[in-house]
């Protein structure tokens, strides 16, 4: 099983970065599918989630109105569009997929926000 997430970077505060996951080994239209951050010394925190037809999703309050999360099952890949970006979006984000009982991790990437 793999999820390899990519697209992060360093943006300006007010820019806008793609970030995509991609997934391998499981059947990845049948998981829910989330966007965590971590900031330094800090717990994962939930960004956003989908469920796995697409049609149902979540967003924690501090991104709600900037980021979209979406997926394409036909290409086994899950993105967050991130828009407004500020100062404290700065964290490693990563990917993960559940179904019930079952879950896996992404390595996170890396997006820094400073002019």
């Known amino acids: 099983v793999h999820l390899v997430e990519s697209g992060g970077g360093l943006v300006q505060p007010g820019g806008s970065l793609r970030l995509s996951c991609a997934a391998s080994?499981?059947?990845?239209?049948?998981?829910?599918m989330r966007w965590y951050r971590q900031i330094s010394g800090d717990e994962r925190a939930l960004v956003a989630s989908?469920?796995?037809?697409?049609?149902?999703?979540t967003y924690a309050d501090s991104v709600k109105g900037r980021f979209t999360i979406s997926r394409d099952n036909a290409k086994n890949t899950v993105f967050l569009q991130m828009n407004s970006l500020k100062p404290e979006d700065t964290a490693v984000y990563y990917c993960?997929?559940?179904?019930?009982?079952?879950?896996?991790w992404g390595q996170g990437t890396q997006v820094t926000v400073s002019s």
């Open positions: 993960y997929a559940i179904k019930e009982l079952d879950s896996y």
């Open positions: 080994g499981f059947t990845f239209s049948t998981y829910g």
């Open positions: 989908i469920d796995r037809t697409g049609y149902f999703t």
